[in-house]
């Protein structure tokens, strides 16, 4: 498959880091560092646009490690980007931590995923089939 993308950035097209790695990192687009304080959260730009693929999303994701050493993540996550929009790719990150974190230009910020997805028909019915676990919900299934 080849995504057509546009480029806005100072920095290059996002990539995959490793030969089996699903996500592909992407970095901050910023003229001037951000600081998000605690619990703040923010729109961080990309630079980058692109057309998906009929039956694709993108899904943006946050990265492990600024998730775990910073607290730091995506608010929405994962966030989705359709097929058919244009503008601009834009990262919703939260601070999670008791402190201030500062984003620099250039920094990786986030991961995206392209998925393929299914449209399905919803057809109304009175009652679902049967199954074992029927309505057991949230924890249902015990602690261990």
Same mark, same amino acid.
């Given at each position: 498959m080849k995504i057509e993308i546009i480029n806005g950035?100072?920095?290059?097209?996002?990539?995959y880091a490793t030969p089996l790695s699903a996500g592909m990192d992407l970095r901050a687009n910023l003229e001037t560092p951000v600081t998000l304080r605690p619990f703040e959260r923010r729109l961080i730009?990309?630079?980058l646009r692109m057309a998906l693929p009929e039956g694709y999303e993108a899904q943006v994701?946050?990265?492990?490690g600024l998730a775990l050493k910073k607290g730091i993540t995506v608010l929405n996550t994962p966030g989705?980007?359709?097929a058919d929009y244009r503008g601009?790719?834009?990262v919703i990150l939260i601070n999670l931590s008791t402190e201030d974190f500062v984003i620099e230009d250039g920094e990786r910020?986030?991961?995206?995923?392209?998925?393929r997805h299914e449209q399905? +028909? #919803?057809? !109304?019915?009175? +009652? #679902?089939? !049967?199954t074992e676990r029927g309505e057991g919900g949230?924890?249902?299934?015990g602690v261990k």
């Open positions: 950035s100072h920095h290059p097209l996002p990539k730009p990309t630079g994701r946050p990265r492990s989705t980007i359709d601009e790719v834009c910020i986030a991961q995206m995923v392209i998925a399905p +028909e #919803l057809i !109304e019915v009175e +009652e #679902l089939c !049967e949230f924890g249902h299934s």
